[in-house]
């Protein structure tokens, strides 16, 4: 067992984020829409959906025979999973390996609205090469407010109506951080006034009005065993609302308050290859780590004092999917790339599958799974914790796919590594 610490982080006493010369805050009460953890009708606003666990309310056919596509538009790479709020579609691109681009889009049509491009494009070391050079973070957004990481340690913000830049933080310039040798991976999420993310080496709560930086915690110093690739979330466990990140190293609860450290556990990788998104059951926390194990973590509170157990562990290995969860059971694609459903309650398997893809990105309505491989594979199975039932599969793209899907209304979004596609699914 290893009890909470409140460990080291500093708080940031003065403003660090700069407004960008000629950039405007616009006031457009039309397109405004509330945080994403206070209003259902965001549609996809952030990575991994409304809640960033890949859970959509709502009924689905139960094939894809009316799944049409509507509109289709040309982009250079990317692997940052659309967005979709206020009826536009927001998604990025690195151009040349020189600049990297946010883009909004009608989300009727696919017409495009406005884009915005910053230098900032980076080469990862050459045995990381496969997965590319171009960004990675999804973006988040408020209705008014779109965020965006670029590969280098950037942060921005833009007014999601107009396009225009309210702030910048740029991390090595600014801040004197390394610049992490896989890029910038972390998806930022919005949670009311503030910004939540691993960036500059830490995990970081910004001002979303302006870029201030309110406070750091669980500092890595960067580099190559530094940059986390897992993104947060926010959860309540014991009643307190907490920031729930899974660093290189370590999964903790964060007080989103004052950035404190409510409880951590060191979760071992090879290579500090934790990159899937913790998922939260009950007042117990799920990872599972490359090279390593599956682990649920019992979190406890007695009074002001957090500890954590492990409630059980497995041999269950994932890699770089994040799972979703349909009442006690969990669905996660595995680093042998075979699919499994898994008993939160005991952790053991309920049933594996052959090989898919090396990954899945997945959305779930309580009923069935909709995925997408990184192959261009859509399928749709069923949320069955007794067998695996494929209910029907189609093939979206022929271009690699790694890029999260997002679903928004009867619409499905697939980013392609060079496009972006709208379909219907009536």
Request: proline letters at 4%; hydrophobic letters at 40%.
């Amino acid at each position: 067992m290893q009890t909470a610490a409140h460990c080291s982080r500093r708080t940031v006493l003065k403003t660090t984020g700069s407004l960008a010369a000629g950039a405007l805050l616009a006031n457009s009460a039309a397109s405004a829409i509330a945080s994403n953890s206070a209003n259902p009708s965001v549609p996809w606003p952030s990575w991994r959906g409304p809640n960033r666990d890949g859970v959509v309310r709502g009924d689905w056919s139960s094939d894809f025979s009316g799944l049409k596509r509507r509109w289709s538009n040309r982009f250079s790479d990317s692997y940052s999973g659309p967005i979709v709020a206020g009826g536009k579609v927001f998604t990025t691109e690195t151009v040349a390996r020189r600049d990297e681009t946010l883009i909004a889009l009608e989300q009727q049509t696919g017409e495009q609205v406005w884009k915005q491009k910053w230098s900032g494009a980076m080469a990862v070391p050459f045995f990381a090469k496969a997965n590319g050079d171009w960004i990675r973070s999804t973006p988040a957004t408020d209705g008014k407010t779109v965020v965006v990481g670029g590969m280098r340690n950037v942060v921005a913000a833009f007014d999601a109506e107009t396009g225009n830049e309210t702030w910048r933080i740029d991390f090595v310039k600014q801040h004197g951080a390394t610049l992490p040798s896989f890029g910038l991976v972390c998806s930022p999420l919005i949670d009311g006034e503030y910004v939540y993310m691993q960036a500059g080496g830490a995990v970081r709560k910004i001002n979303l009005a302006d870029g201030e930086l309110v406070w750091e915690a669980m500092g890595d110093g960067g580099g190559m065993y530094g940059g986390a690739f897992s993104s947060p979330i926010i959860s309540e466990l014991h009643g307190v609302r907490q920031l729930v990140v899974q660093t290189r190293k370590t999964l903790c609860g964060i007080s989103l308050e004052s950035g404190d450290v409510l409880w951590q556990q060191d979760i071992p990788s090879f290579r500090g290859m934790n990159i899937l998104t913790p998922s939260v059951w009950k007042n117990s926390v799920f990872t599972s780590s490359y090279g390593g194990k599956a682990f649920m973590l019992s979190v406890g509170k007695s009074g002001g004092n957090w500890s954590v157990e492990t409630a059980w562990k497995s041999k269950t290995e994932a890699y770089m999917s994040s799972p979703v969860i349909v009442g006690d059971h969990l669905y996660v694609h595995l680093r042998s790339n075979r699919v499994s459903c898994v008993d939160l309650a005991t952790g053991e398997e309920t049933w594996r599958t052959t090989p898919f893809g090396k990954y899945w990105s997945m959305v779930t309505n309580g009923k069935n799974i909709l995925s997408l491989d990184e192959a261009g594979d859509l399928r749709l199975i069923a949320a069955d914790p007794e067998k695996y039932t494929l209910l029907d599969e189609k093939r979206v793209s022929d271009e690699p796919s790694w890029a999260h899907l997002a679903v928004a209304g009867s619409q499905v979004f697939i980013r392609r590594q060079r496009g972006l596609d709208a379909y219907d699914w009536s």
